[in-house]
């Protein structure tokens, strides 16, 4: 059974920076692609990054090109999602999905996490 746990989702000031994680167990995490989506209410989930299997392949969001980086250890069965200048328009709920390619729509991913808010105040 694939479980994915995401964490470090809060409230931040417009400019601020979080961290979040998202922790995957029940197969072997360096096989698989990973991504982050988000979804603010009232608007359709969203592609944000995504990182290939070997963290060689990063891809954004133009939305946060710049701002973010997505990141991974394969020893910890963990990928990050560093967010920085953060604006008002980031807050959403945001999701970590594994799949088999780092691709940008989420039902090509096969397992998700159940979300971690992230509220940017202005």
């Known amino acids: 059974q694939v479980q994915l746990v995401e964490s470090g989702g809060g409230l931040v000031q417009a400019g601020g920076s979080l961290r979040l994680s998202c922790a995957a167990s029940?197969?072997?995490?360096?096989?698989?692609?990973m991504g982050w989506f988000r979804q603010a209410p009232g608007k359709e989930r969203e592609f944000v990054a995504g990182?290939?299997?070997?963290?060689?392949?990063?891809y954004y969001a133009d939305s946060v090109k710049g701002r973010f980086t997505i990141s991974r250890d394969n020893a910890k069965n963990t990928v990050y999602l560093q967010m920085n200048s953060l604006k008002p328009e980031d807050t959403a709920v945001y999701y970590c999905?594994?799949?088999?390619?780092?691709?940008?729509?989420?039902?090509?991913?096969?397992?998700w996490g159940q979300g971690t808010q992230v509220t940017v105040s202005s």
């Open positions: 999905a594994q799949g088999r390619d780092s691709n940008t729509v989420p039902s090509e991913y096969d397992y």
């Open positions: 990182i290939s299997w070997s963290g060689g392949n990063t």
């Open positions: 029940g197969r072997t995490f360096s096989s698989y692609a």
